[in-house]
């Protein structure tokens, strides 16, 4: 395998993917538009716009693997399908050239409102909002003649994750010894997926030409209620008892009515107000991989938010 690995977007997951291959030695080129990214002497940052075909252009060859986790500019259905399908299709289509692998992260909105842990034999048919939008890439890239590997996470927890369920809103207002803010129920059993073994999940794929052209999950610890989380949270950080505020989604979708961020967060409260569970145990066997224990990962984040202004 080529020591050339190409990694799009330079959030969360594109960071930590770049920075593991970097770290076990291998050359990695980070596209973006802006030319961010981490800063290793083995990472080449570009600015590219994986959206625009002519930009891409010969930027694959060579590559051992394409990693595409470049993300949209809102949080929004309407942005998601204006960004997200166009840069898939041509980062697919570039791929497809030399028929590079491209492994993408990916999340558990196409599943669908659930009424059991989520496996990947399940059907992802989800035909609303968001939820939809990641349907149809899911099934575009499942479709494309370039080999490709989807890899499935729940609500990300780790370094570098602001925008989550357990972002920025649960871990700075805890360390500040404030209230933090969580969506939906606290009491609810829900997934965490630790964004280092996100990463490690998509690489290892990658790496195993028996796993391309499926659809697994992250190696994710078994869920916690958001309570537990929080709680969890508090004891890395040495604060006793953190108060939280718990939105329901009844107030989500009542702040929704003058707010569109908070309408776009309305669209997923089902996820909060009910179990939501991921199983990726069949995905562990396959990858021979584990996910880090949840108390282990909170205590990594919490070190990792000590760090932030």
Request: net charge negative; aromatic share 6%.
């Amino acid at each position: 395998m080529s020591d050339l690995h190409i990694v799009t977007g330079a959030g969360p997951v594109g960071v930590t993917i770049a920075e593991q291959l970097a770290a076990a030695g291998k050359q990695v080129r980070v596209l973006t538009r802006s030319g961010s990214g981490p800063e290793h002497p083995l990472v080449e940052r570009r600015k590219i716009d994986v959206g625009n075909p002519g930009q891409l252009s010969g930027e694959f060859e060579g590559a051992a693997a394409v990693y595409h986790c470049a993300g949209a500019s809102a949080y929004a259905a309407k942005a998601w399908r204006a960004e997200l399908i166009p840069a898939q299709q041509a980062v697919l289509d570039e791929a497809g050239k030399t028929g590079t692998v491209v492994v993408c992260a990916e999340n558990l909105y196409s599943y669908g409102r659930v009424d059991r842990p989520i496996t990947e034999d399940m059907p992802r048919t989800a035909d609303f909002g968001k939820p939809g939008v990641r349907t149809e890439l899911v099934r575009a890239r499942e479709a494309h003649a370039t080999p490709t590997i989807s890899v499935g996470a729940a609500d990300f927890v780790g370094p570098y994750v602001r925008n989550s369920l357990s972002g920025e809103q649960i871990f700075a207002p805890i360390l500040a010894g404030k209230k933090a803010k969580a969506l939906g129920r606290l009491d609810m059993p829900h997934s965490f997926t630790y964004i280092p073994d996100l990463a490690a999940a998509m690489i290892r794929a990658a790496a195993d030409e028996s796993l391309w052209n499926s659809f697994l999950h992250a190696p994710t610890a078994p869920p916690v209620t958001q309570r537990e989380l929080i709680d969890l949270i508090g004891q890395a950080a040495g604060v006793a008892e953190p108060q939280v505020l718990a939105l329901s989604p009844w107030m989500l979708k009542t702040i929704g009515l003058i707010s569109p961020a908070m309408r776009e967060l309305a669209e997923m409260s089902y996820q909060g107000a009910a179990p939501f569970v991921l199983d990726s145990s069949a995905s562990e066997q396959r990858l021979g991989l584990h996910p880090t224990p949840l108390d282990k990962a909170v205590a990594s984040t919490v070190d990792w938010w000590k760090t932030q202004a």
